[in-house]
């Protein structure tokens, strides 16, 4: 998990810039087809189009092994995280629906 995290992490850090009127976020993408979790960056200046920029496709496709890094990255970061093609899904620790 480390590296994942890690790789996660320094370019979160590469590209937040904490620039004003901008709009920043984690967005976590479940790819049930590679059986793989998907990061991305969202960008978003103010008046001005998202960008989206891929960080790291986590392949060991677990969401137990997901929970963990996504505790790590809340810890380091206070960013909001959204997540995609999780419905029906729940948290193994504390049972709550991971998309709402």
Do not use: C
Request: proline share 2%; glycine share 0%.
């Amino acid at each position: 998990m480390n590296r994942d995290l890690d790789i996660i992490m320094r370019r979160i850090q590469i590209l937040f810039k904490r620039m004003n009127q901008t709009l920043y976020r984690i967005e976590v993408v479940n790819d049930k087809f590679d059986e793989e979790f998907n990061f991305f960056f969202h960008i978003q200046p103010k008046n001005r189009r998202i960008k989206s920029v891929p960080l790291h496709a986590v392949k060991k496709y677990d969401l137990e092994y997901l929970e963990e890094i996504i505790n790590l990255i809340k810890k380091q970061t206070n960013l909001s995280i959204e997540f995609i093609g999780f419905e029906d899904l729940h948290w193994q620790s504390n049972h709550r629906m991971i998309q709402h």
